[in-house]
């Protein structure tokens, strides 16, 4: 058990550009999970997948985010023409969906600072 | 919708103190709930969970039961070290959604 990777771990870019994050989720994990977090504040829900399908995308995920897990294993978190307000840690998650109350695995995180 | 309210911090505490950081909750039915803790630098990890009334979680000296009376699902330790500073975050997973709520976070300080 390598545990939830994430790549980059901090990226700083300019206003408008597109970034791109990648999530390696626990092998066996076939539920996959985007949240956001803020300073001082608890990660927020973005969207989430089982296996290969998106399954639920929360009202945080304005038509420039979009998420693929193409063939069930990792994920990319995409923004496109980032703002300010995108600034945050971008967590990843994964847990089995056969157990119910099978807690998340979490990622270090994505740290991305918009200049 | 659910939601889940924690004790505003910083909690400063010297070593060897007792704690409590208090969690409330507000959901349909019987959510499972969890704690977990943010180490400076790193990723949320799992401390302990409940998934259903009046079950006791605990790991690490840590402990926490969940109260459906009250909606409550309250942090203790008997004795801190100066290792668990972090943030510690009160989470619910409701009986419909696949995604956790997570409470804004509690920084706990412990001084030598």
């Known amino acids: 058990d390598t545990g939830v990777s994430q790549d980059p771990r901090h990226k700083i870019t300019k206003r408008g550009q597109n970034v791109t994050f990648r999530c390696d989720p626990i092998s066996e994990h076939n539920r996959l999970y985007w949240y956001r977090q803020t300073l001082g504040q608890g990660p927020e829900f973005l969207t989430y997948?089982?296996?290969?399908?998106?399954?639920?995308k929360s009202r945080l995920l304005s038509d420039r985010f979009s998420a693929e897990r193409p063939k069930g294993s990792f994920s990319t978190l995409e923004i496109q023409r980032t703002e300010q307000g995108d600034s945050a840690m971008y967590l990843c998650?994964?847990?089995?969906?056969?157990?119910?109350?099978?807690?998340?695995?979490f990622g270090d995180g994505t740290r991305l600072s918009i200049l | 919708g659910d939601s889940v309210t924690q004790m505003e911090g910083p909690v400063t505490l010297s070593e060897e103190a007792f704690l409590t950081i208090n969690c409330t909750y507000t959901?349909?039915?019987?959510?499972?709930l969890f704690w977990y803790v943010q180490y400076p630098g790193e990723g949320l990890q799992l401390l302990l969970k409940a998934t259903k009334a009046d079950d006791k979680g605990s790991n690490k000296g840590f402990e926490a039961t969940y109260r459906k009376e009250t909606t409550s699902f309250h942090l203790e330790k008997g004795s801190v070290q100066v290792s668990d500073s972090a943030v510690y975050f009160c989470?619910?997973?409701?009986?419909?959604?696949?995604?956790?709520?997570f409470g804004p976070g509690t920084r706990l300080s412990v001084l030598p």
């Open positions: 998650a994964s847990s089995l969906a056969a157990d119910y109350n099978q807690p998340q695995h």
């Open positions: 959901a349909t039915g019987y959510p499972s």
């Open positions: 997948f089982q296996n290969e399908a998106q399954l639920e």
């Open positions: 989470a619910l997973r409701g009986n419909y959604g696949q995604n956790f709520v």
